[in-house]
């Protein structure tokens, strides 16, 4: 459709709001040049005809390389990437598209044909903006949106969370075996399997490597691969993209292993794990890399695997219900965690721990009696550590007075360690000083297998300082009560 002269360039006399022609094209001229967008006018055979100096800042062009030229040519030879004027010489209407220049800038361009007589195009005037700095303010948003996205999923994910509050307790011969064991492992960034009952402490153990490892300053993340259902762990361990799903956050979701790049994860009850996914584990175990539900880029990671379970990982490869694959990935470093009823000697210091825990919290004076202490020497603990703190904070508020006894306990025993004293099992008895008592028939047992101070502290994870102190302060206090006795 021809372009009309608006009323505004008329003049009543007849003649042009401007004295002349030229000085009609002179304040044209200032009018181009003056604008902030780019401006780039070809006529009706796409030949370049007008620039301004907006145009040639944003592009980065000179002058000279388009005047003239033909948008065909410019296009094919790279000049730039894609044409609006041949856009819209094709199609005969306004077209939009964001074009990326050599100079780096990016912009929106609007190409819009100007028709003659005769319904024939006569030019195309382009008008060029500058987004550069809205993509880049819009990239800078979209990534804090993705930070704050971060942290988010990883607060919500911290408070599912279910932390013991009692801490990693050793005083047993094989437990401090597997200590320094753990102690040797820790520092290096090998994947660990740990092994052993429910209840034994495997958590405890994996939370003791990470806090001894290089990556402590980083996040710690708990798994556990039995507790999420199987159509929610893909997601929850590996992420979505956005609109993978119907129900999907719209924005996407980070998954477990992103959340602690740089960081630990500990993947409790691995048997647990759906064949499907124990392929995915394998990638993140041989390439640190993870694929999002509805991604296709794999997404790099940096992490370190702590695994854990207490069912035969080897039984279930025969089954064919674990990949083996999988299972000698896991099994660079394998530690199996003794079960409680194999090292009676943490049971009193365990006891100890969660009754002081437990007092302080319900701001109570519980005690238990030796024959109770007894008791619970004697018995099997199937459910391990777990079962014993359940039971002490069990008896410390069900107990009638301060004191806990045999009766008040679901079993009974009979089994005597020694050192505890037989007579009046029914009186309150010192917990501490039985602590004690056992803590330097430990210190001796070590100071006589290795000969000297230095490898049997190591040997029971303490200081050489330390152990000489605790030393005399054990050995005097018996000659003192010796004494006393004479």
């Known amino acids: 459709m021809p372009s009309r002269q608006p009323s505004y360039y008329r003049r009543t006399d007849g003649k042009g709001m401007f004295g002349s022609l030229q000085e009609a094209y002179d304040r044209l001229d200032v009018i181009i040049e003056s604008s902030y967008d780019g401006i780039y006018i070809t006529d009706g055979n796409a030949v370049t005809i007008r620039v301004n100096r907006a145009y040639l800042e944003i592009s980065g062009l000179q002058e000279e390389e388009v005047m003239g030229q033909n948008m065909w040519d410019l296009e094919k030879a790279g000049v730039i990437d894609r044409s609006g004027t041949l856009i819209a010489l094709s199609t005969r209407k306004p077209a939009s598209l964001e074009q990326t220049f050599r100079s780096g800038r990016k912009a929106l361009i609007t190409s819009t044909p100007v028709f003659g007589d005769g319904d024939r195009i006569v030019m195309v005037v382009t008008n060029v903006r500058d987004m550069t700095d809205f993509y880049e303010l819009q990239e800078k948003y979209e990534a804090a949106e993705a930070l704050t996205q971060k942290y988010y999923s990883e607060i919500q994910f911290v408070r599912r969370q279910v932390l013991d509050s009692a801490e990693l307790i050793a005083a047993d011969q094989r437990m401090l075996e597997v200590l320094a064991m753990v102690d040797r492992v820790a520092a290096m960034d090998a994947t660990v399997l740990l092994l052993g009952e429910t209840g034994v402490g495997k958590e405890q153990i994996a939370k003791y490597i990470y806090k001894a490892s290089p990556r402590h ?215 501490r000083q039985e602590m004690e008592t056992l803590e330097l028939k430990a210190i001796n047992r070590a100071y006589a297998k290795y000969g000297n101070v230095r490898q049997a502290a190591a040997s029971l994870m303490m200081d050489p300082s330390t152990f000489v102190r605790k030393r005399r302060k054990y050995t005097q206090r018996a000659l003192e009560e010796e004494i006393s006795q004479m």
Do not use: H
């Open 217 to 431: 300053g980083e996040r710690f993340l708990t798994v556990n691969c039995g507790a999420i259902p199987p159509n929610l762990i893909e997601s929850e361990l590996f992420g979505y993209d956005k609109g993978a799903f119907t129900g999907a956050n719209k924005e996407g979701k980070l998954g477990l292993f992103e959340l602690a790049d740089k960081g630990t994860v500990f993947l409790d009850e691995i048997g647990e794990l759906p064949l499907d996914m124990q392929v995915k584990l394998l990638r993140v175990l041989q390439e640190q890399q993870v694929v999002r539900v509805g991604g296709s880029e794999p997404v790099s990671i940096n992490v370190r695997i702590l695994a854990a379970t207490n069912r035969d990982l080897e039984e279930m490869v025969r089954q064919k219900t674990f990949r083996e694959d999988l299972y000698y990935r896991l099994n660079v470093v394998p530690i199996t965690i003794p079960p409680l009823r194999d090292r009676r000697d943490d049971i009193l210091p365990f006891t100890r721990a969660f009754l002081d825990e437990l007092n302080k919290k319900y701001n109570l004076n519980k005690q238990f009696t030796p024959a109770a202490l007894q008791a619970l020497l004697d018995y099997d603990w199937p459910g391990n550590v777990r079962e014993l703190r359940n039971l002490v904070e069990r008896m410390v508020i069900m107990s009638r007075d301060d004191l806990i006894r045999p009766s008040d306990l679901p079993f009974r025993g009979s089994w005597t360690p020694g050192g505890l004293p037989e007579a009046d099992l029914d009186q309150p008895m010192d917990l």
